[in-house]
């Protein structure tokens, strides 16, 4: 029986990147984008050597979330990993603290902080015993940027929600990983009209992601690209 992921934002960059690598390893994939076309697109992409349910939506949506756990039900109820990848960067460019909109910090908050703790919350009964939850973050949620106050207090948000979440769930293993800066439509959303050819591609990060997701690391957080090989078995947690 091939093991079962469900990955957030998987249309493109890094859930797509992390998605075709479990794929290659014959997981089972739930995959989901607010962009359906996307979407269906990276569906077949990935289902050439995978089996892969796309559900179109935004995590934000209490609807979509259940549609999300109602596939899995359909599948048998069962879950092994589960990848909160989508996020949303807000305004672009980003305001400082002290003009930022709050109908937008809301919104910013509901994609990255409310949607993925309550898709948890739904799927949590479907997640055995050595089951994974990796929640991507940023270094946005741990040093002070000017002009990211919204993306780095969201991803801050996300952080301390799992990392308790962890505490509470030692039968689970529950990660926070950083994949680092990405050659994304994200990352290009936030720095608009810059070159940004020189970061690396997503895929320099899901070695890490990998390392997180097969190996015997502890619960804790990580950066994907400090992350050797040899750390499967002897990493700790930072």
Excluded at 17 to 45: C, H, P
Excluded at 214 to 225: M, W
């Amino acid at each position: 029986m091939p093991k079962r992921a469900l990955i957030t934002g998987a249309s493109r960059g890094l859930g797509f990147a992390l998605g075709r690598a479990l794929a290659a390893d014959g997981w089972e994939l739930i995959i989901d984008a607010r962009g359906e076309r996307e979407l269906r697109t990276a569906a077949t992409d990935l289902g050439r050597t995978a089996t892969v349910h796309a559900v179109p939506g935004d995590v934000a949506d209490e609807a979509h979330r259940l549609d999300l756990a109602a596939a899995i039900d359909a599948l048998g109820g069962r879950l092994d990993l589960l990848v909160h990848n989508a996020s949303l960067l807000g305004p672009s460019p980003q305001p400082p603290v002290s003009e930022y909109p709050l109908d937008e910090l809301e919104r910013v908050y509901a994609a990255n902080v409310f949607g993925p703790l309550r898709l948890t919350q739904l799927l949590l009964p479907c997640m055995g015993p050595g089951a994974r939850i990796v929640s991507i973050t940023s270094d946005a949620a741990v040093e002070a940027y000017e002009g990211w106050g919204g993306y780095g207090s969201s991803k801050a948000a996300l952080e301390q929600w799992t990392r308790v979440l962890a505490a509470e769930r030692p039968d689970l293993l529950v990660y926070v990983v950083d994949p680092g800066d990405m050659r994304t439509q994200m990352h290009q959303d936030a720095f608009p009209g810059e070159d940004i050819s020189d970061r690396p591609l997503p895929e320099t990060s899901v070695p890490g992601l990998l390392t997180v997701i097969e190996g015997d690391l502890p619960s804790g957080r990580y950066e994907a690209r400090t992350l050797a090989p040899a750390e499967m078995t002897t990493g700790v947690a930072s």
